[in-house]
C-alpha cells in the first residue's frame, strides 16, 4: 500500500465520546485517514461536527444512507475502504448490513448488534461477502493480554481450571441518566441498549476476555441479575458462575454501581501449574503465580524478547517503563484491521498478528451471552445451557 486507508464514520460527532477514541486510535499509526462521515442523526449537528474535523463539504452526509450509497459511486481512488459504525446499539445492524451490500469493509462499537438474530445475519453476509468485520473489544488490543493468551495457549499453566473476572464501575451509582447524563440515558434505556443493561455494556468485555485469553468457550452459565438503583429499567449489577468446554469453572462479575470504582477490569486464569492476573488499571504488568516457584512479573516493553510473544511484541508501542494505556489498546485493534485491509488488497497473505483482531463471529458469542444471561437470571434452572 502507498496510500491511507479512507475511513467513513457513522455516529461519532461533537459531544459524543467513543467517536473520538476511534478517531484518535485509528490516526496513532498513520495508515488510516478520515475521509468522509455521517457523524449525527441531527442534520445540523452532523454539519458541524464534519466541519470541525475539516472534511470536505461534499463528504459530509447528514445521514449514512447518503453517504455510502455516495461513497460507492465514487472513483476506486476516491471513495473510503471501510466504515466505522460508533453509534448507540440499536443503530448498529442496519449501516453495517448496507456497507457490506455495498462492498465496505465495517469496523463496529460492541455489542455487534441489538439482538442476537441480527448478529446472525451480519454473521452470514460477512461470510457471503469475504470482506473483513472488525468488532472493537479494546482490551483484546493490550499487549499483556496478548501475552496471557499466549502463555495459556503454550500449555504453560497446564488445563486451564478456574477463571475468576471482574469488572466493576461505580458510575451509575446514581439514576444518571436522569440527570442529564447523555452516555446513562441511551446504555440504561432497553429501546436503544437492549435487553441488558451493565451485562451488556461492560459483562460483554469480560465474557469476551474470558474467551479470547483461555481460547475455551462458555457452555453453561448461571446467573443473577439486579437493578440496585430505585426507577432504572435495566440490570446495573450482575453474578455469572460459568462452566467451560474443558471443564473448566468460572465466575464473572460485572457492575456499575460499584460505588468509587472507576474502570477496574480485572482476570484471573489459574491451571494444574499455576496462574496469571491482568488489570485493566495496570495493563503493563502481567502477574504469574506459580504452583511450586516464586511469583514473576513480566512488563509490556522489558528487554526480553524470549520471554514475551511475537503477538504481545507486536503490539508494544514504548520502551519499557513508559504508560501504554487504552488508547494504544484500541490503536493495536484499528493497527491491526489496517494491516490486515491493506495485505489483503495488495494480495499478500497478513501475518498471524496482523489478523489478531475480534471479529464476527466473537460479536455473535457477545449477543448470546447477553441472550443467555437474561433467560438465566429469570429461570428456575440452577444453569442454562449457552445457546448460539
Given amino acids: 500500500m502507498n496510500r491511507k486507508l479512507r475511513m467513513g464514520m457513522v455516529g461519532g460527532g461533537k459531544d459524543a465520546f467513543i467517536g473520538a477514541v476511534h478517531r484518535i486510535a485509528a490516526n496513532m499509526d498513520g495508515l488510516i485517514e478520515l475521509a468522509c462521515g455521517a457523524l449525527s442523526?441531527?442534520?445540523?449537528?452532523?454539519?458541524?461536527?464534519?466541519?470541525?474535523?475539516?472534511?470536505?463539504?461534499?463528504?459530509?452526509?447528514?445521514?449514512?444512507?447518503?453517504?455510502?450509497?455516495?461513497?460507492?459511486?465514487?472513483?476506486?481512488?476516491?471513495?473510503?475502504d471501510f466504515v466505522t459504525i460508533v453509534t448507540p446499539n440499536f443503530a448498529h445492524f442496519a449501516p453495517a448490513?448496507?456497507?457490506?451490500?455495498?462492498?465496505?469493509?465495517?469496523?463496529?462499537?460492541?455489542?455487534?448488534?441489538?439482538?442476537?438474530?441480527?448478529?446472525?445475519?451480519?454473521?452470514?453476509k460477512v461470510e457471503e461477502t469475504g470482506?473483513?468485520?472488525?468488532?472493537?473489544?479494546?482490551?483484546?488490543?493490550?499487549?499483556?493480554?496478548?501475552?496471557?493468551?499466549a502463555m495459556v495457549q503454550g500449555n504453560v499453566l497446564g488445563k486451564i481450571r478456574k477463571v475468576i473476572v471482574e469488572y466493576?464501575?461505580?458510575?451509575?451509582?446514581?439514576?444518571?441518566?436522569?440527570?442529564?447524563?447523555?452516555q446513562a440515558a441511551w446504555r440504561t434505556d432497553p429501546k436503544r441498549s437492549g435487553k441488558a443493561g451493565a451485562m451488556g455494556d461492560i459483562g460483554t468485555h469480560a465474557a469476551h476476555l474470558t474467551e479470547y485469553i483461555t481460547?475455551?468457550?462458555?457452555?453453561?452459565?448461571?446467573?443473577?441479575?439486579?437493578?440496585?438503583?430505585?426507577?432504572?429499567?435495566?440490570?446495573?449489577?450482575?453474578n455469572v458462575l460459568l462452566k467451560f468446554d474443558n471443564g473448566a469453572a468460572g465466575v464473572l462479575i460485572a457492575s456499575q454501581i460499584a460505588a468509587g470504582e472507576e474502570n477496574a477490569?480485572?482476570?484471573?486464569?489459574?491451571?494444574?501449574l499455576g496462574g496469571i492476573e491482568w488489570a485493566q488499571q495496570e495493563p503493563n504488568t502481567l502477574l504469574v503465580k506459580w504452583l511450586d516457584q516464586p511469583m514473576q512479573v513480566l512488563r509490556a516493553g522489558g528487554n526480553y524478547t524470549n520471554v514475551l510473544?511475537?503477538?504481545?511484541?507486536?503490539?508494544?508501542?514504548?520502551?519499557?517503563?513508559?504508560?501504554?494505556?487504552?488508547?494504544?489498546?484500541?490503536?493495536?485493534?484499528?493497527?491491526?484491521?489496517?494491516?490486515?485491509?491493506?495485505?489483503?488488497?495488495?494480495?499478500?497473505?497478513?501475518?498471524?498478528?496482523?489478523?489478531?483482531?475480534?471479529?464476527?463471529?466473537?460479536?455473535?458469542?457477545?449477543?448470546?451471552?447477553?441472550?443467555?444471561?437474561v433467560k438465566s437470571s429469570t429461570s428456575k434452572e440452577k444453569w442454562t445451557p449457552f445457546e448460539v
Fill in 41 to 80: 442523526v441531527n442534520p445540523e449537528t452532523a454539519i458541524d461536527s464534519g466541519k470541525m474535523l475539516f472534511l470536505p463539504d461534499d463528504r459530509i452526509y447528514t445521514n449514512y444512507e447518503d453517504m455510502i450509497k455516495a461513497e460507492s459511486k465514487l472513483p476506486a481512488d476516491k471513495r473510503m
Fill in 97 to 124: 448490513m448496507m456497507a457490506l451490500d455495498h462492498g465496505f469493509h465495517v469496523v463496529i462499537e460492541k455489542p455487534m448488534t441489538f439482538t442476537l438474530d441480527e448478529a446472525k445475519q451480519l454473521q452470514k
Fill in 131 to 149: 470482506l473483513q468485520l472488525c468488532l472493537t473489544h479494546t482490551y483484546s488490543g493490550y499487549p499483556m493480554v496478548k501475552q496471557a493468551r
Fill in 168 to 182: 466493576p464501575q461505580g458510575w451509575l451509582s446514581r439514576l444518571s441518566e436522569r440527570e442529564g447524563n447523555a
Fill in 215 to 238: 481460547g475455551l468457550k462458555i457452555t453453561q452459565l448461571c446467573a443473577d441479575l439486579n437493578i440496585m438503583v430505585e426507577g432504572r429499567h435495566l440490570d446495573d449489577d450482575g
Fill in 265 to 272: 477490569l480485572k482476570i484471573r486464569i489459574y491451571g494444574e
Fill in 309 to 373: 510473544s511475537s503477538f504481545a511484541t507486536h503490539n508494544c508501542r514504548t520502551p519499557g517503563g513508559h504508560p501504554e494505556g487504552y488508547l494504544e489498546a484500541f490503536g493495536n485493534i484499528y493497527r491491526n484491521f489496517a494491516l490486515t485491509l491493506s495485505a489483503h488488497i495488495d494480495g499478500v497473505q497478513p501475518t498471524k498478528e496482523m489478523l489478531d483482531f475480534p471479529r464476527v463471529d466473537e460479536g455473535v458469542r457477545g449477543m448470546a451471552f447477553i441472550d443467555n444471561v
